[in-house]
């Protein structure tokens, strides 16, 4: 069997001929496909706005701009990511400070949220980790208490939904993000957005999407009809066309994605429990969650030997990976003055965390391949 990855995108006929079909029309780039893609997000998640982006990378960034972030600010988030949410704000050369995670969430603790908060503080980035939603009502009352914005990173988690809310609503946040990476639950190959109800934030968006140009507003028409104005330093994040179209494609099957990804954490679930190697966390339990990863959790006596266990899963055809090193472990980062020890539970979670496969794609024989090998593997080390 060659190796199962631990996330596969899932395309089929009907994207492939959604995406020959924007090939053969006049607009592959800057087209009205972009629009229907825009408009598809906000009936899903019910934002108001939608802005579709060349990454979920470029989305992180233009959030952060748009919050007005700069020199001299603070951004509190989370340390168990992957590095786009940290690096964003280092790119608009504000400083990223880390508050831990909670234990069984693996997500931002509201409460070490509190305690990172000072003078220079102008945003918090919570991280949906693993598909499961942040306790975003109590991040954002915290934010609103102090006149934060709230940019929530939700790469892992179009398709969750909490009290009726989907994903993207915004109702607790002023802007979030989404990535469209094959590896997350919908894909466009690369591709991101900023969901948001304020106008005045998408308003900003949009232009720091194209160059930081504008046709509309107070701009001078005294030059004629051709004229345009570039009113701040945007960039080119532009999606193209031919990805909204297999975006669009994709999106009519995040609801199917997003239960089969419960289904298969259901069956790892039952056969994982109560076993003596490693906790099936409580991520994975979590009602309503998108189900971006299934995270194992080895037993403290199995620690020392994660790297032994890691290598001989992979050996045995299993895809496994490890998501996330603290990011302020990274070369990078310590170089930027952060210690080890800074959060003491998302660095025990790093020490015990494997992600095993799961997509939508997944068959059953796989599943159970899966499972049959993993136990393998601790019985014979
Ligand atoms: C994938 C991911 C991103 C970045 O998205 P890209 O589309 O790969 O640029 C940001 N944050 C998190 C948590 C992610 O998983």
Partial sequence: MKLIPYGHQLVDNNDIKAVVKVLKSNWITQGPTIKDFENTLCKYSG?????????????????????????????????????????????????????????????????????KITKKTKAIIPVDFAGNLCDLENIYSIAKEHDFIVIEDAAHALGAENKGLKTGSCKYSDMTIFSFHPVKSVTTGEGGAVLTNRKDLYNKLIMLRSHGITKEGFMNKADGEWYYEMQLLGYN???????????????????????????????????????????????????????????????????????????????????????????????????????????????????????????????????????????KVFKEI
């Fill in 47 to 115: 934002a108001k706005y939608a802005l579709a982006v060349s990454s979920g990378t470029a989305a992180l960034h233009i959030a952060c701009l748009a919050a007005g972030l700069q020199s001299g600010n603070e951004v509190i988030t989370s340390p168990i990511t992957f590095l786009a949410t940290a690096n964003s704000v280092l790119y608009c050369n504000a400083k990223p400070v880390f508050a831990d995670v909670q234990e069984d969430t693996v997500n931002i603790d509201p409460v070490e949220i509190r305690k």
């Fill in 237 to 375: 994040y532009r999606m193209t066309d031919i990805q909204a179209a297999l975006g669009i494609s994709q999106l009519k099957k995040l609801d199917s994605f997003v239960l089969r990804r419960r289904e298969i954490a259901g069956i790892y679930n039952k056969a994982f429990r109560d076993n003596p190697y490693f906790d099936i966390t409580s991520e994975n339990k979590i009602k309503g969650s998108a189900h971006h990863l299934y995270v194992i959790r080895l037993k403290k006596e199995y620690w020392k030997r994660k790297n032994e266990i890691f290598l001989k899963m992979r050996k045995s055809g299993l895809g496994v990976q490890v998501h996330y090193a603290p990011v302020y472990l990274q070369p990078y980062y310590k170089k930027l003055g952060f210690k080890r020890g800074l959060c003491p539970l998302a660095e025990d979670f790093y020490r015990s965390a494997i992600s095993i496969p799961l997509y939508p794609a997944l068959k059953d024989v796989e599943i159970k391949y899966v499972i049959k090998n993993i136990f």
